[in-house]
């Protein structure tokens, strides 16, 4: 155990007598001998304070000899009474009350020599600050087992690193085409497949395709004609998390149909429900639906309304986001699941969707038709028949010709 000792100055031996405690002993006898310097409280002792003790008890190996002190330990100072022993003088640490030494060699090497003498050698560690930084390295688990050969040879060196970083993510590799980052750590090539899989399924419903998004027809009975849906190519499970060249091009298919509708005296909605955004089970879709002027206007306090009506008082989040000037992307985190509906381009509304279990998927289709009064209202989506091969083929055929004076895909294929 390591005690503390503070040299104090008195009169011309530099230091105080030891009290005498019970049975004539010094404390400072019954003191030294546990400490094992035999010195008392008020002088005496070892001769240094706390640090220099620290330095005598290591004082056995090199970090001693390099700070220029013996492996016996540092001066005596006084006669201790308890133990009758006597030790050598004492060094002077403190001078007219206040300290001007730590050491007693502090009048022989400065602070860069002994930082020096100490960075050389690190008896403790053996070899020095850089042996020692190097030892701990190696010893650590991510570099157990690679040597300077599989890391720049045989390029095994990156392979263990990686195959240890799927391991403890919890990713598998498939064929070294693993994806980082992706939800699960799924595959690029499965989550291709699906992408690939899915527009094959719906491609006779395909009006018009850029490079990341394309223009179908509904599957089911349109509200209106001209009611049609966009998506991407790939496999992407909202607005809030798709890349910068399907946003673009999304836009520029609403701006065609807003254009489309125009020209008939009409007015676009654009409806979209982002859920289950982890599992990939569902992709980015955003319905476009045309109303008549009178309707259109209307249509901002319906949805208003009906938001209203399926938001939970408790929820922890605002049940209506205005969204007018900034955007989905803008108005809702990544992540997030939401109901966002577009008044044109300029101004919509969203939805936080809390219970993503008992939110509607058709909610936006089911305010539309509530307010416009279709046969269809009320009807979930899910209970509804799919149009036969042949009405869907006429459905494509009409909203191609109507399209075509709109369609912005055709620079990509001039170039």
């Known amino acids: 155990m390591v005690t503390r000792a503070v040299a104090r100055d008195d009169d011309d031996d530099g230091?105080?007598?030891?009290?005498?405690?019970?049975?004539?002993?010094?404390?400072?006898?019954?003191?030294?001998?546990?400490?094992g310097g035999g010195g008392g409280y008020g002088g005496g002792g070892d001769g240094c304070d706390g640090v220099d003790r620290i330095a005598k008890v290591l004082g056995t190996g090199s970090l001693a000899q390099a700070w220029g002190m013996d492996g016996?330990?540092?001066?005596?100072?006084?006669?201790?009474?308890?133990?009758?022993?006597?030790?050598?003088?004492?060094?002077?640490l403190y001078e007219g009350g206040e300290r001007t030494r730590f050491f007693a060699d502090d009048d022989k090497h400065g602070l860069a020599d002994l930082y020096a003498a100490a960075k050389r050698t690190s008896g403790a560690m053996g070899g020095g600050t850089d042996a020692a930084i190097a030892e701990v390295i190696a010893g650590s688990k991510k570099f157990k087992g690679l040597s300077a050969e599989d890391e720049y040879d045989h390029d095994d060196g990156a392979g263990m690193l990686?195959?240890?970083?799927?391991?403890?993510?919890?990713?598998?590799?498939?064929?070294?085409?693993?994806?980082?980052?992706?939800?699960?750590?799924?595959?690029?090539?499965?989550?291709?497949?699906?992408?690939?899989?899915?527009?094959?399924?719906?491609?006779?419903?395909?009006?018009?395709?850029?490079?990341?998004?394309?223009?179908?027809?509904?599957?089911?009975?349109?509200?209106?004609?001209?009611?049609?849906?966009?998506?991407?190519?790939?496999?992407e499970p909202a607005s809030t998390m798709a890349s910068d060249e399907v946003c673009d091009e999304l836009r520029n298919f609403k701006k065609c149909i807003i254009q489309l509708y125009a020209q008939r005296g009409q007015a676009a909605v654009f409806l979209e429900v982002a859920v289950r955004l982890g599992t990939h089970k569902r992709c980015l879709a955003i319905e476009a639906v045309p109303l008549p002027t009178a309707d259109f206007e209307a249509a901002p306090a319906y949805f208003r309304k009906a938001i209203s009506e399926v938001s939970d008082d408790n929820a922890q989040h605002k049940a209506l986001i205005d969204t007018s000037g900034k955007g989905i992307r803008r108005s809702i985190p990544p992540g997030f699941a939401y109901?966002?509906?577009?008044?044109g381009l300029?101004?919509?509304?969203?939805?936080h969707i809390e219970d993503e279990a008992t939110f509607p998927l058709d909610f936006g289709r089911q305010v539309?038709?509530?307010?416009?009064?279709?046969?269809?209202?009320?009807?979930?989506l899910h209970a509804r028949r799919k149009l036969s091969a042949e009405a869907q083929a006429q459905n494509v055929l009409a909203f191609r010709c109507d399209f075509e004076p709109f369609d912005w895909t055709k620079l990509l294929r001039e170039e």
């Not at 010094?26 to 001998?33: E, F, L, Q, T, V």
């Not at 109901?339 to 008044?343: G, Q």
């Not at 539309?368 to 979930?380: F, K, Y």
Request: glycine share 20%; proline share 5%; aromatic share 4%.
């Open 339 to 343: 109901f966002h509906v577009e008044f």
């Open 368 to 380: 539309l038709e509530g307010m416009l009064e279709s046969d269809d209202a009320g009807i979930p």
């Open 15 to 35: 230091g105080r007598r030891p009290k005498k405690g019970k049975g004539g002993k010094s404390k400072g006898g019954d003191r030294g001998r546990h400490d």
């Open 72 to 92: 016996g330990g540092g001066d005596g100072g006084g006669e201790d009474e308890g133990d009758g022993r006597k030790q050598k003088g004492r060094t002077q």
């Open 162 to 235: 990686e195959s240890r970083r799927g391991q403890k993510g919890g990713q598998k590799s498939h064929g070294g085409n693993t994806v980082w980052g992706a939800p699960g750590g799924k595959n690029i090539s499965i989550m291709a497949e699906k992408a690939e899989q899915r527009v094959a399924r719906i491609r006779p419903l395909i009006v018009a395709q850029g490079n990341f998004v394309y223009l179908r027809v509904p599957e089911t009975e349109p509200i209106a004609r001209g009611h049609c849906v966009f998506e991407p190519l790939a496999l």
């Open 346 to 351: 300029e101004r919509g509304f969203a939805h």
